[in-house]
């Protein structure tokens, strides 16, 4: 049995398309299916027909007519699908409309238009929203005026598609619809406040000839602001046509907000014609109140003239107060009297008038300068000289007194002069008694600045005390009254004798106060060395130099005469002084030495060949550790001159590694006496070599210093078994410029097979000295380490050690010593 499966549809036959489908341009239509014979009807008789889902399925025998009908069925069933795809394809062109996300959309809007020129922006929303209103009407009628179609054996329902995309359309229309009107309304808001502002500028009133002569250059530099403006208007003008174009209806207040700013260049224009016959009655106004002004400020300078006359007739000096008021009254009227002269020049030349010449101002100032000054040093005085006399003796300025009376005193005697010179008696009169004044005053100034002197203390209280047979101690209620009541003015040279000594003594107590704040800010400079987890000193120049300085001017001070009330502090600072001295010295000297050693005893051979030595090092490096963590954390140098026996450990310290670098060198002579060539390394080189004893290696940077002839040599590792003794005549050298013949070839680099085993490269010397003996070595029964000698291309001539100095025979003699020694 055959089964054949025929797919009516894509869809089941009267079914709705639920799908989103956007819209396209429908194709042109296909034939309409062919109906079934029918013959096949007649066949259907007598076979099983099932229906299953949306397949026909056909179940009978391997009947010919039956396959062709089954045929011809699938035929018709394709034939009717043609015009349902066409319809959704049509639909589909459009389906990008429905995933627009809205806010996406209006920023890309905005993003593509942001830069472009007013033409470009125009077009491009245009064609977006002509593009728009072509895809509804696409939607709607174009490609389906209905909203079922019947398609052969279909019927297609696109009712809803339709609607969901022409919604779709119309939204983004409406989107940038709104988003111009909403563009077009703040435009035209600025530009109407814009607007409001020239307005209220242009129809302001002056209140004066400047305000006017800035409102009226306001005006006339209007035109460009106003052009900027209207070319504002035409682009909203513009934007708001598209919007016409699209039927867009605006809200009732953009629509209004649109029409009146459109009106507003022509209420400006209106403005500035009725402004200009205001700013011209303005001008006329104002030109008639600087006339008056000029005369008025005639006037003035006449009375201000009669003032200052009426000086030259003052000469009382009873009633200083109310004569300084009236002076000052009149300095501010000549004040007032230069800026009003000012004002008015400077009115003049805003109306183009000549400009009037006021030198009376300066002549009237210049006149009655010297009656204020003389009547304002007379009311410095007598306000000052009661508060002197009457008030606490304790609150009186010895400076300010001394300072005043002098300047005071100076500018009478000019003053006194001048009006005698001018043949001005009153005020001539009034300058002479205000000197009287002064001048028996200036007999007390001496006595207030002794009894005044800063540096007066107790003792020098009770010297004067003593001296005078008077109890003197002020305070709050002693006055000077009462000082010259009890005679102190008879007793001038005993205070003044006990008040020069105060101002020695107070000069070294200020000096000794001075050097210890000089210290308080001061830190050490501490910096941490290297990776050793300690710290060491910088920059020690200015500490030192300050140290230097201040011993100096303390030593001076202990032989001052004066030093008596402060010689035990001044000696107790000298003694701190030296004491930082000493220690900072022995501090650098440490540092120094141990920054020498700490590399060297770093090395564990150094320290096993010098366990004593080691031991010292330790002491001092553990000492030197805590010394500098402790000035680490508090680096204050008072303070770290505080810590205890500081000193003392630092000399310690000192005296250890003074021993260790006598030891030290010591053990460096040994070595050089052990092998002489050491004395063509220096310390520093030999310490290096010697510290590093467990590798034999190390003596190759110092090979052409201890051999002449010789520039490296090269270590080859000592095989499992002993080789077979080589013959002599395989020994080659050239160390001293012989040629050494064999039967065999010469190797390249002459070589020299050791008898012993070179156990460290510093703690034993025996094989460096076979190294220099080795032409006249002989082959060593059991060598254990072969070493070649290569010679150094530099050398042009070597002597043979068998004809060098000492250095050579010591040399071969502990090579000698070394040859019994067995191998390892």
């Not at 349902?84 to 394809?89: D, E, F, G, I, K």
């Amino acid at each position: 049995e055959g089964t054949v499966s025929a797919v009516a549809a894509s869809s089941a036959a009267g079914s709705r398309q639920n799908e989103s489908v956007p819209p396209s341009l429908m194709p042109s239509p296909s034939p309409s299916p062919r109906a079934v014979s029918e013959g096949g009807r007649s066949v259907t008789e007598n076979v099983s027909v099932n229906i299953q889902a949306d397949a026909l399925v056909i179940s009978s025998a391997e009947d010919e007519r039956v396959q062709a009908i089954a045929a011809e069925l699938r035929e018709a069933v394709k034939a009717s699908t043609a015009w349902p795809h066409q319809l959704s394809q049509a639909y589909l062109a459009h389906s990008a409309l429905l995933s627009i996300n809205d806010d996406s959309f209006a920023a890309s809007m905005h993003d593509k238009t942001k830069d472009l020129t007013l033409q470009r922006w125009l077009q491009t929303y245009k064609e977006e929203l002509a593009s728009l209103a072509k895809a509804a009407d696409e939607v709607m009628a174009s490609i389906c005026i209905y909203d079922r179609v019947n398609l052969g054996m279909f019927c297609c329902d696109v009712a809803e598609i339709k609607t969901q995309l022409r919604d779709k359309a119309e939204s983004l229309s409406s989107l940038i619809c709104t988003t111009i009107a909403d563009q077009a309304r703040a435009e035209n808001e600025r530009i109407s406040a814009r607007f409001s502002d020239v307005l209220e500028q242009v129809i302001s009133d002056s209140a004066n000839v400047e305000a006017l002569m800035e409102k009226r250059e306001y005006v006339q530099g209007l035109r460009e602001e106003m052009d900027a403006l209207s070319d504002d208007i035409d682009t909203v003008k513009a934007k708001l046509r598209v919007l016409d174009e699209a039927q867009h209806v605006l809200l009732d207040d953009d629509f209004s907000l649109a029409c009146s700013t459109q009106a507003w260049p022509s209420k400006i224009e209106s403005a500035k014609a009725r402004n200009e016959q205001l700013m011209e009655e303005s001008n006329k106004r104002f030109m008639l109140e600087l006339q008056e002004m000029q005369e008025q400020f005639v006037k003035d300078l006449r009375s201000h003239a009669e003032e200052v006359e009426s000086f030259k007739h003052m000469g009382d000096i009873g009633d200083v107060e109310t004569t300084y008021d009236t002076v000052k009254q009149l300095q501010d009227k000549l004040a007032e009297a230069k800026r009003t002269g000012e004002l008015i020049n400077s009115r003049e030349a805003l109306f183009g008038w000549p400009v009037t010449q006021y030198d009376q101002i300066k002549k009237l100032t210049k006149t009655f300068e010297p009656y204020a000054s003389l009547w304002k040093v007379g009311f410095d005085w007598s306000t000052t000289y009661p508060v002197w006399m009457e008030g606490p003796f304790v609150e009186v300025n010895r400076t300010e007194v001394e300072e005043n009376t002098s300047a005071w005193q100076l500018s009478l005697k000019k003053l006194s002069i001048s009006f005698a010179d001018k043949e001005l008696p009153e005020p001539a009169r009034a300058a002479t008694a205000f000197l009287d004044k002064l001048k028996a005053f200036e007999e007390l100034v001496p006595l207030i600045v002794q009894l005044r002197n800063p540096g007066l203390r107790a003792r020098h209280w009770d010297a004067i005390s003593k001296k005078t047979g008077l109890a003197l101690r002020p305070d709050a209620a002693f006055t000077l009254n009462r000082a010259i009541e009890m005679n102190v003015t008879d007793h001038h040279e005993a205070i003044e004798e006990v008040s020069v000594i105060a101002t020695q003594e107070y000069a070294l107590e200020t000096a000794l106060d001075k050097m210890r704040r000089e210290w308080e800010p001061l830190k050490l400079d501490v910096a941490p060395y290297k990776d050793t987890g300690t710290y060491v000193l910088r920059a020690m120049d200015d500490i030192l130099q300050l140290l230097d300085d201040q011993i100096v001017k303390t030593q001076a001070m202990r032989g001052s005469p004066f030093i008596g009330p402060f010689e035990e502090r001044c000696t107790k600072w000298e003694k701190q002084l030296m004491g930082m001295q000493e220690t900072f010295d022995e501090w650098i000297s440490c540092q120094k030495v141990w920054l020498y050693l700490e590399p060297i005893f770093g090395s564990e051979d150094i320290m096993r060949q010098m366990p004593t030595e080691g031991r010292r090092f330790a002491a001092v490096d553990a000492m030197w550790r805590k010394v500098m963590k402790a000035t680490n954390d508090e680096p204050a140098v008072l303070k770290v001159a505080e810590m205890e026996k500081l000193l003392e450990k630092f000399q310690e310290a000192n005296k250890f590694l003074d021993l260790i670098q006598k030891g030290l060198n010591e053990y460096l002579e040994t070595k050089r006496l052990a092998f002489p060539r050491f004395f063509f390394l220096s310390d520093e080189e030999l310490l290096d070599l010697l510290s590093r004893a467990q590798d034999p290696l190390a003596v190759q940077p110092h090979l052409n210093k201890c051999f002449e002839g010789i520039a490296r040599l090269v270590f080859e590792r000592e095989p499992e078994e002993p080789p077979a003794p080589p013959s002599p005549v395989s020994e080659h050298s050239s160390l001293a410029g012989d040629e050494a013949r064999s039967s065999v070839a010469p190797s390249p680099a002459p070589s020299v097979v050791l008898s012993a085993r070179p156990p460290t490269a510093g703690g034993d010397s025996s094989w460096l000295a076979s190294v220099s003996a080795a032409p006249s070595l002989l082959p060593s029964a059991a060598p254990s380490v072969q070493v070649s000698a290569v010679a150094s291309a530099n050398a042009s001539s070597v002597q043979s050690p068998r004809a060098g100095g000492p250095l050579d025979a010591d040399a071969t003699a502990a090579a000698g010593a070394a040859a019994p020694s067995a191998a390892a």
